[in-house]
């Protein structure tokens, strides 16, 4: 038990009351519980985790980005083959037609 003469009140009401933001511990309650550290660093921490989060949206947006240019350029290459074979049966019909007459 501690003696209360030794600690203030308020200290001890802001530690464990989410409504008074007052004393040493009052700040852990309008802030992300998973951070208890001071201002600055705790400001640091912020940015840094917004960063991160900005590189990894950016990250998954460049390989997104990647998967659609390699499926559409394997779409293309199909197309062209088709084509160049369709090509290829038209040069072929038309030098038959051109040895017969």
């Known amino acids: 038990m501690l003696p209360m003469g030794k600690y203030p009140q308020r200290h001890l009401r802001a530690a464990w009351d989410p409504g008074t933001l007052q004393g040493s511990f009052g700040r852990m309650y309008d802030r992300s519980p998973c951070v208890f550290l ?8 912020t ?8 590189c990894s949206a950016l990250a998954g947006g460049v390989l997104l980005a990647y998967g659609l240019c390699l499926g559409m350029f394997r779409l293309l ?4 083959m088709q084509v ?6 038209r040069q072929q019909a038309a ?6 007459a």
């Open 95 to 100: 030098q038959a037609a051109v040895a017969q």
């Open 84 to 89: 160049a074979q369709q090509r290829m049966l």
């Open 38 to 45: 001071l201002n600055g660093q705790e400001q640091l921490v």
């Open 47 to 54: 940015t840094v985790v917004l960063l991160c989060v900005v």
């Open 77 to 80: 290459r199909i197309h062209s």
